[in-house]
């Protein structure tokens, strides 16, 4: 079995354990605000404090992985957010609440980012968008695995245990991760040197500087993170509301919660589907095709799916339509993870995290957004027009997108372009 796919074992397990805790308070969202007393309001911002905290740490632990390694920063990150999963179980009013969240988002910030820093390490160009699509399908699976494994154990040991239960996942992956993984494959010397030439390996002292006047100037770097930002504030919802919103604004009954899984289990598909798409794409038509083109499609079937679960009374046909707009949403996140990549191949990290830091933000105006808009409204379904007024903004926002354009150009190709 090469390094490569050990290290992305790794790495799927990591995001499967992402999606397990970021899922699991939407899942018991429903039991945990009749228990502490929260109104729709509060609960927008204990689901956006963590986004808030989230998206505040996502570029400078991106920069920090770049810098010193994601072996280190991802050991942090993981201990820390397990940490703050299972303290979730302590919660006993609003405040805690809130201040758990906070921190636990603080925890997480920079998981991606330096998830980005080590498939820019470990794998070859050709080979990044299919590695970003499992890795996103495998965060998708744990999302699916949410709810499957959260309502049983809610009902039997009440909504608290599973925090305590996904925080003890987490410690142990940190262990195998620490013990095993480096942050080149210089740095393991089993690695067969056949597989060291296939990926390309930098030298350990590759220049990570980054030129702020020339990123700032970006038109890359601007269209994407607006990119992230409009998508995420439509994902956001399927991570924080959407439990609430089958319950209580579409009639689903706890049992019915099971059926929640269709969205990820889309999304799963659609992220593997993504990735290996775009990078045959790319070998056929050209790497602007495969990378822009599809993320103004799959934008485009995002926002047709999310009016139709607008206009839908049927509960089969909500998720239906609820899992054709998530799936086309991660259908292009594998496509906008390589692209990170394309235009930032030695500072990954730092682009990840400002795309990420911009879908945050989207992410926490949607789910703060949300509560005060069921409230004005009196429904569940107006907070999904603006979702699917985002999306279709997202879809045109691709079209300008170059992923032949470096964002952070490196003082040598610089010189080498300005010699010819």
């Not at 609003?94 to 603080?106: E, K, M, P, Q």
């Not at 690695?191 to 296939?198: D, I, L």
């Not at 350990?204 to 992230?228: E, V």
């Not at 399927?238 to 999304?267: A, C, M």
Request: charged share 10%; proline share 5%; with cysteine.
């Amino acid at each position: 079995m090469k390094y490569q796919n050990r290290v992305l074992s790794l790495l799927s397990l990591l995001a499967i354990l992402t999606y397990l805790d970021r899922v699991c308070i939407s899942v018991a969202g429903p039991r945990m605000q009749d228990a502490l007393h929260i109104s729709p309001e509060q609960w927008g911002w204990v689901t956006g404090i963590f986004t808030l905290a989230y998206a505040a740490f996502e570029f400078p632990t991106g920069i920090l992985g770049d810098r010193i390694g994601p072996r280190r920063v991802l050991t942090r990150v993981v201990l820390w957010w397990s940490a703050f999963t299972s303290l979730t179980a302590a919660a006993t009013n609003y405040s805690v609440l809130l201040a758990t969240r906070f921190c636990f988002g603080i925890g997480e910030a920079g998981a991606y980012p330096n998830v980005a820093s080590v498939i820019a390490r470990w794998f070859p160009p050709q080979k990044r968008g299919r590695a970003w699509g499992v890795v996103w399908c495998m965060s998708q699976l744990g999302g699916a695995l949410s709810p499957i494994l959260v309502v049983p154990i809610q009902f039997h040991y009440g909504w608290g245990a599973s925090f305590v239960t996904f925080g003890f996942l987490g410690v142990l992956w940190t262990i195998i991760w620490f013990r095993w993984f480096r942050d080149r494959p210089s740095e393991m010397p089993r690695v067969p040197p056949a597989e060291r030439q296939e990926i390309g390996v930098r030298a350990p002292h590759a220049d990570h500087r980054i030129k702020w006047g020339g990123a700032l100037r970006s038109g890359n770097a601007w269209r994407l993170m607006a990119i992230g930002g409009l998508y995420c504030y439509a994902i956001a919802f399927y991570q924080s509301w959407l439990h609430t919103f089958l319950v209580k604004g579409r009639g689903f009954g706890e049992n019915d919660l099971i059926l929640s899984s269709l969205p990820y289990i889309v999304g799963a598909a659609a992220n593997l589907l993504g990735g290996f798409l775009t990078d045959r794409a790319a070998r056929a038509f050209g790497l602007r095709a495969a990378r822009a083109g599809f993320g103004c499609a799959a934008l485009s079937i995002s926002a047709l799916s999310l009016i139709g679960a607008v206009a839908t009374a049927s509960h089969t046909l909500v998720l239906v339509f609820l899992s054709l707009t998530y799936g086309g949403m991660t259908f292009q996140q594998s496509v906008f993870s390589a692209v990170a990549i394309d235009v930032a191949p030695r500072n990954a990290g730092a682009m990840m995290g400002m795309g990420n830091t911009a879908a945050n933000a989207g992410a926490v105006i949607s789910q703060v957004a949300f509560g005060y808009i069921v409230s004005w409204f009196g429904n569940y379904n107006a907070p999904l027009i603006p979702m699917a007024i985002a999306l279709a903004a997202g879809a045109i926002l691709w079209l300008g997108v170059d992923p032949a354009v470096e964002v952070f150009p490196h003082p040598k190709t610089e010189s080498i372009i300005a010699a010819a």
